[in-house]
């Protein structure tokens, strides 16, 4: 029966529940009113205490469920009575309880250990590793092992919640846990095998936040192993009973029981990783890191601390490495090998997580790492006291030091106290190893009031995390890439800088041609206090080198800063080029490889995005390409709309395409340049004449739909001819193409003409539109009588011509025609026509073969531009394109009737085909192959770095050294580019000779 009064007492006891921050005030309740909180129920001193926890409601389920496994009602009373009347347990228990539900478990399934928090004297609040080592020393097993540590690491929890501890000393004693626990599991693998113990000594070294004194609740624990024989013991089955030794010790640690597991025990920042030997002695380690180390094993080093087993032996082993560590910085590219390693760590987040990532993310506990790591290995060679691997005690080194700001300093440190204060608070819940800031309400809540925020605990939350992860990436990035920085840029107030003389003359030895223009854009680019400045201050520096290995460094910097004016309040940009470690190298390179990219960057600045890290370079497909534009022209109001947005499609895909060109061809620190040119070439042919296609798609439907709505009179179809069916249009190549047309049913053969004609006439014209992108010209005179035959023909038109009038060249131009655009069963049926002209049967008889070696010798001797070197004319040279097209293209219209892997338009599949067929050999494949993709290359870099098409090498300098940069060939080296091309073609046109002159 309930009644006003107890209705009442209810509203009464939610309220009071709900100021204390209970979120379920029901199921408090319930809990209160039950049998094991008799008497308690409506003590002020136990809600009070419960309020004051992370999660009163976790709290206090931790609390009925630890009074429930109480061995009987002597014993549950005899905690519920020492929990009232004594604050330091009664802080600490509810502390842990409502911060921790995997340590609420640990004590429910062993109930006696709360005991382990009633000592509140001095001399407990900070042990060491003595202190942990007798809080194991009844372990005799591994499951009892993960008993005691659990039980070890309930005091720390609770010292830790109730701020007897900071996170430092939480953090150095999590660390003095770990070392005891390694010492006490190698203790149990030694007494399991007392044979191998007394055969060898073995040292722990603790590597990581555990060398450094600064361990996470749930973390791997990285170690290296040292072995030596011990006296008289023979040195190899020495290594072997350390090796056991080791695996056990680590299983040990690792493996789960019933008790769960402790933490993993990771080696593998051992010599060749995982890829070498668990124990090695200590003059092998010496050996490997005098030889093979990379920088960052040293920089691993830098907190290697010797923890269990010999320590005596691990001593020799830090004291013999040391010398190396400190002069890691003088290594080649130290600087830039610390930096990509920062930049890969960042890349390998996934995306979704990236903003949540406490440690590994841009603003995250290892940008303060790394930064305060690398500034100790560059200055701590001189400087013995800044070599702690303790990243708190290193930066207060650094300030001390003068190294870095006072005030910066504070700020990293206190951002980093708060960030690893989230992180162990995160990680304590569920005593999982795990950095992502949680995103539900719940956690988040729980989060904020474990560091102190009550009044709106998840609102507060996010803005410290916030603002202290906004002071790391803005501290990070200056002192990061700082060492590189004050040779270049202007700093900020009170920051040392070059003086203009220096900074002309560094200018000058990277090879700017006019460093006093260098250095305006500079002062432009990074002068001020401006957000934007002081990212492209750290920026800069690397971006000058980047520009300075290409043939034109001026040109790559005017044009960054271009790029830079044009995008400059745009807030992704500069946040690209910093957070994205292959962005700003992708784009120093495409910036300074020559006029066509930037020109269509200028006209696309947003295209900037796709240089990123991911697979934006990657060209997209005919089918991708048509479907964008196909729907860019359906919304569009007008025919020239549309084709001016199919030629926006164009100028951003070109762009694609050039960039991953020019990065591949070039290569950057992270990736080296593709060693095949072949597929290079392969690409941006696909690209370029697929993107073609898709442009000539778009515009066609934009004309019907201006001209006839949904349908045309007549069906329509184009064909594309040349390098444009064959799949191997360059930048500068025109689109060779032929039209067909056929009327549809019930309308007249001279009203569809009228239409089909119109249709060629209106998508030339709006092609031709004038524009500062790159042409895209339509050639149409391989149609039938040339220039002086129509635009468009019927199906049955060209059935007629094909059938009385054409010649030789019209079949062998007819080997590269594929349909490219419009309607696909009209282009299936113009192949079948034309098929056996092209592949005539029997192959070609005498007279057409000389035919076509007279057409040949004559458009050498006639086509050859004035002036020209023929020797290095990539078309019609001397074993250029002509001359290896003509060859392979003789083999097909004389064997394609009986050889199908010939009945391609695509020269290099032909030639694979003619040598899988023994018409070729595989020498003269091979050199016929080579010739004629380095010419294509050739013509592509022309137009990379001319900005316009060109069959011959520049003649201009840094033209000509920008192209052998794009070749592979170092500055000063064009000579060696010429040669070699040379050299290529005179291959080439020997074997032409001989196959297609008949020697």
């Known amino acids: 029966m309930t009644g006003p009064g107890m209705a009442g007492r209810r509203s009464s006891t939610f309220s009071r529940l709900l100021r204390h921050g209970f979120t379920d005030p029901s199921a408090a309740e319930r809990l209160l009113d039950g049998a094991e909180l008799t008497g308690v129920r409506n003590d002020p001193v136990l809600l009070e205490a419960l309020g004051a926890t992370a999660d009163p409601d976790l709290a206090l389920h931790g609390l009925v469920r630890l009074l429930e496994a109480q061995p009987g009602a002597t014993a549950r009373r005899e905690l519920l009575d020492t929990v009232i009347a004594a604050k330091p347990l009664r802080d600490r228990l509810l502390g842990v309880l409502g911060a921790s539900a995997a340590l609420a478990d640990h004590l429910a399934r062993h109930p006696r ?6 000592t509140y004297e001095p001399r407990d609040l900070h042990p060491g590793v003595e202190e942990f080592e007798r809080g194991l020393a009844e372990a005799t097993d591994p499951v009892s092992l993960r008993v005691a540590y659990r039980r070890c690491l309930l005091s720390i929890a609770a010292r830790d919640v109730c701020g007897t501890t900071d996170i ?21 693998a030694r007494a399991a095998a007392p044979g191998d113990a007394a055969a060898c000594r073995l040292a722990v ?54 008790e769960g597991t402790i933490w993993p ?36 080093l830098l907190k290697a601390r010797p923890v269990a087993g010999d320590l005596d032996l691990g001593r020799q082993y830090v004291d013999a490495l040391a010398p190396m560590v400190w002069q890691a910085s003088q290594r080649e590219n130290f600087v830039t090998d610390v930096q990509k390693m920062r930049r890969r760590v960042v890349e390998n987040i996934p995306a979704a997580e990236v903003e949540r990532e406490l440690k590994l993310g841009p603003g995250g506990l290892r940008d303060v790492e790394f930064a305060v790591q690398m500034l100790q290995l560059v200055h701590g060679r001189a400087d013995a006291s800044l070599r702690s691997g303790t990243t708190l005690d290193a930066l207060r080194a650094l300030a001390e030091g003068g190294y870095v700001g006072r005030a910066d300093a504070e700020q990293l440190d206190a951002a980093y106290r708060f960030l690893r204060s989230m992180e162990h608070r995160i990680q304590l819940y569920r ?87 260098a250095l305006r854009h500079l002062e432009a680019l990074a002068s001020g206090v401006s957000r934007k400045a002081a990212i492209q201050r750290t920026l800069l520096p690397v971006l000058l080198g980047w520009f300075a290995d290409s043939a034109d460094p001026d040109a790559g910097l005017l044009n960054f800063r271009k790029v830079s004016d044009a995008l400059g309040k745009t807030p992704w940009y500069l946040r690209l080029l910093r957070d994205e470690g292959a962005a700003a190298e992708n784009l120093a390179r495409v910036l300074s490889a020559g006029r066509l990219a930037p020109d269509l960057l200028m006209r696309a600045p947003e295209a900037v995005a796709l240089l990123g890290d991911g697979d934006d370079l990657e060209p997209r497909g005919r089918a991708q390409l048509e479907q964008e534009v196909l729907a860019a022209v359906g919304r569009a109001e007008s025919g020239e709309a549309g084709v001016y947005a199919a030629r926006g499609v164009r100028r951003r895909e070109l762009f694609r395409t050039a960039a991953a060109d020019i990065v591949h061809s070039y290569g950057t620190e992270t990736k080296p340049a593709e060693a095949d040119q072949g597929a290079l070439v392969d690409e941006v042919g696909a690209a370029v004449s697929d993107l073609t296609a898709a442009t000539l798609a778009g515009t066609l439907r934009s004309v019907v739909r201006d001209g006839w709505g949904d349908t045309l009179p007549t069906r329509f179809a184009v064909i594309g001819m040349g390098r444009f069916g064959g799949h191997e249009l360059g930048y500068g190549s ?12 019930g309308v007249e053969e001279r009203e569809a003409s009228e239409a089909a004609n119109r249709v060629v006439a209106e998508m030339r014209r709006l092609l031709q539109v004038p524009s500062a992108d790159p042409p895209l010209l339509i050639d149409a005179d391989l149609r039938p009588e040339g220039k002086s035959g129509p635009l468009v023909r019927t199906l049955k038109s060209y059935e007629a011509y094909y059938r009385r009038w054409s010649l030789v060249w019209e079949s062998q131009a007819l080997l590269r025609a594929e349909p490219v655009a419009g309607d696909e069963e009209l282009g299936r049926r113009f192949i079948e026509l034309i098929d056996p002209l092209r592949y005539p049967a029997e192959g070609l008889g005498e007279d057409a073969v000389r035919e076509i070696r007279r057409l040949k010798a004559r458009m050498e001797s006639e086509r050859l531009p004035r002036g020209a070197d023929p020797k290095l004319h990539a078309k019609l040279g001397p074993g250029g394109l002509s001359d290896v097209e003509w060859t ?87 000579g060696d580019m010429l040669d070699a091309y040379r050299r290529t073609t005179r291959r080439a046109r020997a074997v032409v000779e001989e196959l297609f002159y008949g020697g």
């Open 888 to 974: 392979v293209q003789l083999l097909q219209m004389r064997h394609g009737w009986a050889e199908p892997g010939l009945r391609t338009t695509r020269t290099r599949q032909a030639l694979a085909a003619a040598r899988a067929a023994g018409l070729l050999g595989t020498e003269e494949t091979e050199i016929l192959d080579e010739a004629w993709v380095l010419a294509s290359r050739v013509r592509n870099a022309v137009m990379l770095v001319r900005g316009r098409a060109g069959d011959t090498f520049p003649t201009e300098v840094r033209e000509l050294a920008a192209v052998g940069r794009y070749l592979g060939y170092a500055a000063g080296h064009v």
């Open 113 to 118: 250990d709360w005991e382990a928090l009633v």
């Open 734 to 745: 025109d689109a060779d193409v032929l039209f067909v047309h056929e009327p549809r049913e």
């Open 431 to 517: 005593l999982r190893r795990t950095h992502l800031v949680p995103e539900g309400e719940e956690d988040q809540r729980r989060l904020g009031r474990s560091l102190g925020m009550r009044a709106e605990p998840v609102t507060e939350l996010n803005q410290e995390w916030k603002r202290h992860s906004g002071v790391v990436r803005r501290l990070h990035e200056k002192l990061f890439y700082r060492p590189l920085l004050d040779a270049f840029a202007q700093l900020g107030p009170g920051e040392a800088r070059l003086s203009p003389e220096a900074a002309r003359e560094r200018m000058v030895a990277l090879g700017y041609a006019d460093p006093a223009a």
């Open 265 to 300: 025990v990771d080696a593998n920042l051992r010599p060749e990783g995982r890829n070498g030997p668990l124990v090695r002695t200590l003059s092998s380690h010496l050996a490997y890191y005098q030889r093979w180390a990379k920088t960052w094993e040293f920089q691993a």
């Open 168 to 188: 430092t000393e939480t953090a150095a004693e999590l660390a003095d846990l770990a070392t005891a626990t390694l010492r006490a599991a190698l203790a149990l």
């Open 205 to 258: 070294i603790a590597m990581g936040k555990c060398g450094g004194h600064e361990l996470n609740y749930v973390s791997d624990v990285d170690v290296i192993f040292v072995g030596e024989a011990a006296e008289g013991a023979d040195e190899g089955k020495a290594l072997r009973s350390a090796t056991k030794l080791a695996s056990h010790m680590m299983r040990i640690c690792s493996e789960t029981t019933v």
